[in-house]
């Protein structure tokens, strides 16, 4: 194996796994810190940097960085990433004398966003600050896109989601709204220097089964319902519903039905639990709001009588799975179930009627336009996709960083530069040492267990659809939960011509994370020869230079090492040092002026 | 020293042997002894022996004296018995508890000043009666805990950390030891557990007093150039003359490699060790062989390391003493005292 390349960012900003698996790689651990030293404004500002909707997103977000946080792996479970970035947005105070100021003197560039949805919207806030004139179209009157029309308040309050909106919009953005774009031709015509369609998937999946059609009062497509309510077009459904889907759309199909005077919600799935699509929390949510979930049953048909949904037939499904886990099913019976409406909630498509085909925007096979992974450039220059738009339905956090590398593009296209050269990825990585076994962070492992969040009790829930489920984390809940966070930016960094080999570091490392060894095989036999087999591949092996005294090498597995600096501390060379981590990441604007931004 | 305790997580591929235990169940208490000191790499040693040889953390009983290797008993095995001594008596303290309870693991820990200087009597005795007990000399050349003073074992010309030679002669705890009768002399190195670990094993569970002198840098006032007990003077001047592998009862025997100068010792409890010395005419199961071999060997200048010499069928003190096999802790008062009247008839006979 060859040595580690520890000047290259990537091989640290994986060992921050949180980081890593964000996709805007919000700084984790870092806002983690500043929340435990009640530096919450900054804890926020430091969040707004890379993920843009802290406050909405600190109770929304599919928080991908959970599953893949390191103490998920040390202990039962991850820290409570996501609710702690509603602390910091919870208790900040005044942040507008931060926000980065636009230039009054604008650059000359116009572009226009199509949809003000949390792509478009971190578009806006990547281009403004850099003197770009940013028109923003929107079919409706608000702006935030699904995150206002189909993520309840009971969830989300208007008022986060109207300050963070607020943030952008008010830095200088012109905002079109009740303007849907009704030709990109037109748009393009109107000169503007750069276009972002961020319009979203917005069309909901319909089933087609007999008896879909005979009484269409009662079966609604979910996010249409959900925009509906948001409307005030729908304010009471029937008391029995049944929910088509087990996807996000439909956890809150359910419950926003039980806040408007259904009684006996079911939620029907085709298969079993563990291939559900909702988070594992939701469904939790919506369990603890009495609605019920039905595994393995398949819709076969709606039951109308004189023009009235009565019910739906299902056929019970027996699921068997061959060794190479591919599933195939037996229908084991039929059964009836009573309802009086019926959502589907099985997924979104995209539209994109406005789109001329002949304008040099390509569609593949599917109807999806042909977009760049990372560029985000479609097969027209001037036109960029981010969001929903670009490959379908995702998420709010992925819509936020389409929007960061669009804008990268836009302000690499509008400097003339070749879209394709993105600017690096740089660090900085300054020693954590304040002296003899004292450091710049609190290197004790805290041993408590993950904070259960507390909810707003059943009868007010469902008195008011805007009041919100979740409370927040108490002041000790808080003051807990920061503490569980490992500090996977705060680096083990070897330094190997310093090292005497006396062991210090590997005896003293509570979970047998460094051995010395020869260099002499493939990876896949080094793993088999350290302290404890590294039987984890998805997290990295570090490997030294050869080491002075007998050219052995350093070898690290990452994979449950818990930042404690014990092996610093034992190391009379120190050799071994902490080192605080900082990933530079480009933004609009950098790639242009700070060239130079590369390895540490 | 560390600024906080050593978190209770383990890695999730760390194994448990067969009564459950993993690893970390036979570590002690954090060691408050210098960073990179050599004395914590034979700690790690011993946690690692232990465990491997699924002793009963409450059937042992850790024996010290006084010195940073002394303190040593404290950072493994916490669940164990133990005495720490004063300095140099811990021989003489592990014979009394061995007397008394011949059925606990001894695991004696010193240092060369503890057992060369002011205990050399005491260790000297015990070797001759062949005490059953384990025998660390954590050898380092100076008094770590005293700032660093020669020891016994510093050799002639090896310099002190301000720059002066030692000009007395050295004591070599294991020539020394096998001239007075040691059943089993060891030598190795803080920095070699691959070497260490398989002596420290058959240590244990060889009959009889196992002598290993480990030597143990201290780096705070032994690790300089011009020094002889250094990490890098010891690394450069080791010669593995033995090495060893220890098989438990019921490992399968495998082929030695050929070339090699292989004897398989059996030992009491029906483990076996295996022996491959690395010179023909060395034979590590005659005690002549083996004293010829380490003078040589510190003639040339090399530090002869390896199980230097064992005698699988050794008897111990109590073999020697003929006591019964019961642990005299647990014989009834009756059996153990004779009682005035049988004392009474027993001076009689001498009147
Ligand atoms: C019910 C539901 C719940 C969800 N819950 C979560 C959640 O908890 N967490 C999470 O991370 N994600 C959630 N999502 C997904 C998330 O809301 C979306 O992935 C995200 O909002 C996509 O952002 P976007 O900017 O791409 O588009 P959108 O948010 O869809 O915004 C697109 C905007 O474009 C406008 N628009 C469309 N066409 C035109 C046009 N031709 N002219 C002008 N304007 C136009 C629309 O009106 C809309 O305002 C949920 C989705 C649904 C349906
Ligand atoms: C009776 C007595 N005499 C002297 C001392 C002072 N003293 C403490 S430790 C020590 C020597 C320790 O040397 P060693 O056994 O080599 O241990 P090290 O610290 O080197 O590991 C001495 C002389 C003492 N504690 N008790
Ligand atoms: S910081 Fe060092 S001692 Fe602590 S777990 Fe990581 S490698 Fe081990
Ligand atoms: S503690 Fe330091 S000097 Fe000792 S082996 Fe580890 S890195 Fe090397
Ligand atoms: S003084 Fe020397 S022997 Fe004592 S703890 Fe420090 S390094 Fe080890
Ligand atoms: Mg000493």
């Not at chain 1, 796994?17 to 009640?38: G, K």
């Not at chain 1, 079966?219 to 029995?240: D, Y």
Request: aromatic share 6%; with cysteine; net charge negative.
């Amino acid at each position: 194996m060859e040595p580690t390349d520890v000047s290259d960012p990537r091989y640290y900003h994986k060992v921050v796994d949180c980081q890593w698996a964000c996709p805007a790689h919000t700084n984790v651990p870092a806002y983690i810190r500043l929340i435990a030293q009640e530096r919450y404004t900054e804890s926020y500002l430091l969040n707004r940097e890379s993920n843009v909707f802290p406050g909405v997103l600190g109770r929304t977000c599919d928080r991908p960085c959970e599953p893949a946080c390191r103490r998920g792996r040390v202990d039962e479970k991850p820290v409570a990433i996501c609710r702690l970035k509603r602390v910091a947005a919870d208790l900040r105070d005044e942040i507008r004398p931060f926000l980065p100021k636009p230039p009054d003197v604008k650059n000359g560039r116009r572009i226009a966003l199509v949809g003000a949805g949390p792509a478009s919207l971190t578009v806006a806030n990547d281009l403004l600050p850099l003197g770009y004139e940013v028109v923003i179209y929107e079919r409706n009157r608000e702006p935030g896109g699904l995150m206002r029309i189909n993520i309840p308040s009971f969830r989300l309050p208007a008022a986060v989601l109207d300050e963070e909106c607020g943030y952008i919009i008010d830095m200088g953005a012109e905002m079109r709204y009740g303007t849907p774009v009704t030709s990109l031709k037109a748009l393009l015509d109107e000169g503007y220097d750069a276009v972002f369609i961020g319009s979203g998937a917005p069309k909901g999946k319909d089933l087609d089964i007999p008896g879909r059609a005979a009484a269409p009062a009662q079966v609604h497509l979910g996010i249409e319902w959900l925009a509906n309510v948001h409307f005030k077009h729908v304010e009471r459904i029937e008391p029995r519903v049944i929910i088509i889907g087990v996807g996000n759309t439909a956890m809150d199909c359910c419950r926003t039905a039980k806040r408007l005077g259904a009684t006996d919600v079911k939620v029907i799935a085709r298969r079993g639990r563990r291939h559900f699509k909702a988070s594992p929390w939701e469904l939790e949510d919506a369990e603890e709001e009495l609605v019920e979930i039905i595994e393995n049953h398949a819709p076969k048909r709606m039951l109308v009588e004189n023009g009235t949904l009565v019910g739906m037939e299902f056929e019970v499904l027996d699921w068997t799975e061959d060794p190479s886990g591919r599933a195939s099913s037996r229908v084991v019976r039929t059964v009836t179930i009573p309802c009086d409406a019926v959502i589907l909630a099985i997924g979104q498509d995209n539209a994109f009627p406005w789109i001329e085909r002949d304008i040099g925007v390509d569609f593949d096979a599917q109807g999806m336009p042909v977009v760049d992974r990372i560029t985000h450039q479609s097969t027209h220059p001037r036109v960029f996709f981010g969001g929903d738009a670009a490959w379908g339905p995702q998420n709010i956090i992925w819509a936020v960083a389409h929007g960061h590398q669009a804008a990268i593009s836009i302000d690499l296209l509008c400097n003339g530069r070749p879209v394709a050269e993105r600017p690096p990825e740089g660090m900085t990585l300054v020693s954590v040492k304040n002296g003899l076994h004292s450091w710049a962070y609190d290197n004790d492992y805290d041993p408590s267990a993950r904070q259960v969040m507390r909810h707003e009790e059943l009868a007010r829930r469902f008195r008011d659809l805007n009041v919100e489920v979740e409370l927040g984390f108490s002041a000790e809940q808080v003051a807990s939960e920061v503490s569980r966070c490992l500090n996977c930016d705060i680096q083990t960094h070897f330094a190997p011509p310093k090292c005497i080999e006396c062991d210090a570091c590997i005896d003293v490392c509570p979970t047998n994370c460094l051995t010395i060894t020869t260099n002499h095989s493939p990876e896949t036999d080094l793993r088999q020869r350290l302290s404890a087999p590294a039987l984890n591949l998805t997290q990295e092996i570090y490997l030294s230079e050869p080491l002075p005294q007998t050219k052995r090498v350093m070898v690290k597995d990452e994979d449950v090492c818990l930042h404690c600096g014990l092996c610093a501390e034992r190391c009379p060379t120190a050799a071994w040092d902490m080192r605080l981590f900082d990933l530079i990441q480009p933004v609009a604007g950098a790639a242009c002026d700070r060239e130079e931004l590369v390895r540490a | 020293m560390t600024s906080i305790a050593k978190p209770p997580v383990r890695h999730p591929s760390l194994r448990q042997n067969s009564l459950g235990l993993t690893l970390r169940d036979y570590e002690g208490v954090m060691s408050t002894l210098c960073a990179g000191c050599g004395h914590d790499s034979v700690t790690a040693a011993l946690v690692q022996a232990a465990w491997e040889l699924e002793l009963e953390p409450h059937r042992a009983a850790k024996m010290s004296g006084i010195g940073c290797s002394s303190k040593t008993t404290a950072y493994f095995m916490k669940q164990s018995h133990g005495f720490n001594s004063v300095h140099g008596r811990m021989p003489s303290v592990t014979t009394g508890a061995n007397a008394a309870n011949r059925s606990l693991t001894y695991i004696g820990i010193s240092g060369d000043g503890d057992s060369l200087s002011i205990g050399i009597g005491q260790m000297a005795h015990a070797i001759r009666r062949n005490v059953n007990m384990l025998y660390v000399i954590e050898n380092n050349g100076v008094y770590g805990l005293t700032k660093g003073q020669f020891s016994a074992s510093a050799d002639v010309g090896s310099t002190s950390k301000r720059g002066e030679a030692n000009e007395q002669a050295p004591i070599d705890p294991a020539l020394l030891a096998l001239s007075i009768g040691a059943t089993f002399v060891a030598r190795s190195f803080s920095g070699d557990k691959k070497q260490l670990v398989p002596i420290l094993k058959a240590g244990l569970a060889h009959r009889g007093l196992a002598l290993i002198d480990v030597i143990s840098p201290c780096v705070t006032f032994n690790d300089h150039e011009g020094s002889t007990k250094s990490y890098r003077y010891t690394r450069e001047h080791e010669v593995e003359a033995v090495h060893a592998d220890y098989a438990p009862v019921h490992a399968e025997i495998t082929l030695p490699e050929s070339g090699d100068h292989l004897r398989v010792v059996q030992m009491h409890d029906g483990s076996s060790v295996r022996l491959r010395s690395t010179a023909a005419d060395y034979d590590p199961t005659d005690r002549a062989s083996a004293y010829a071999h380490v003078r040589a060997c510190q003639a040339r200048g090399e530090i002869a390391t390896g199980l230097l010499f064992v005698d699988g069928g050794s008897r111990d003190m109590h073999d020697l003493l003929k006591t019964p096999p019961t642990p005299l802790i647990d014989l009834p008062h009756e059996r153990l005292c004779p009682g005035a009247a049988a004392l009474d008839a027993l001076m009689a006979r001498y009147r």
